[in-house]
Each structure stands twice: as structure tokens, then as C-alpha cells.
Nanobody, 123 residues
Framework: QVQLVESGGGLVQAGGSLRLSCAAS????????LGWFRQASGKEREFVAA????????YYADSMKGRFTISRDNAKNTVYLQMNSLKLEDTAVYYC????????????????WGQGTQVTVSS
């Protein structure tokens, strides 16, 4: 069983930065592929970024490339999402997700989900 707890969300002005964290309770954290998804009000949950078990491979949604960075610290059982140059359209609930499978961007590939953390970008 894997439990995920996100933190770091909040209110930020457009152009600002936030770093989200996701702490996992999993004895085999270093075997997990980890991802971030987000869901804006009234919209479908969408892929943001994912990172392989070793951290050696990452994948981003096109609209996040160059602005967001996913990383992990296997010693701390934590995955991060550094978000820079935030835009109004980045406002959403951000979810951490995990799978013992391969690096993928489909929501259905992830078996474990956190409760989400709200990110609000203001003008």
C-alpha cells in the first residue's frame, strides 16, 4: 500500500513560483514511478509531469515544459514539482500519483493518488 500526501500549494501571483512536495509512505518508494496531475474547476484531470524510479527519466506535458521541473529524493521518500513562471491557467488542484509500472502519462496507469493541494494563481 502506498499513501501520498501533497503539500506546498497556495496563492501566488502570476509570474511567481511554488514548489509542491509529495511525501510517500512506501517501503519500496525507490521502485515507484511518480507523477503529478492537475484538475482545474470543471475540467478533466490532466497530466503534468512524471519521473522514473531512478529519477533518470522525466516527462512533461507540452504546456509545462521549461516552466515546471519534477524531481525526487528517494532518501526522503519525496517527489517535488517546482513551478516557475506561473500563469492564471495553472490554477488547479494538483495531485501526486504513483505506480510500480513504467513511466507513463495516462491517468489510468497510476494506482495510488494523494488528496491534492490547491494552487491558485492570481493576476
Amino acid at each position: 500500500q502506498v499513501q501520498l500526501v501533497e503539500s506546498g500549494g497556495g496563492l501566488v501571483q502570476a509570474g511567481g513560483s511554488l514548489r509542491l512536495s509529495c511525501a510517500a509512505s512506501a517501503r519500496t518508494f525507490s521502485s515507484l514511478t511518480l507523477g503529478w496531475f492537475r484538475q482545474a474547476s470543471g475540467k478533466e484531470r490532466e497530466f503534468v509531469a512524471a519521473i522514473s524510479w531512478s529519477g533518470g527519466n522525466t516527462y512533461y506535458a507540452d504546456s509545462m515544459k521549461g516552466r515546471f521541473t519534477i524531481s525526487r529524493d528517494n532518501a526522503k521518500n519525496t517527489v517535488y514539482l517546482q513551478m516557475n513562471s506561473l500563469k492564471l491557467e495553472d490554477t488547479a488542484v494538483y495531485y501526486c500519483a504513483a505506480t510500480y509500472g513504467a513511466l507513463r502519462y495516462y491517468r489510468s496507469n497510476y494506482d495510488y493518488w494523494g488528496q491534492g493541494t490547491q494552487v491558485t494563481v492570481s493576476s
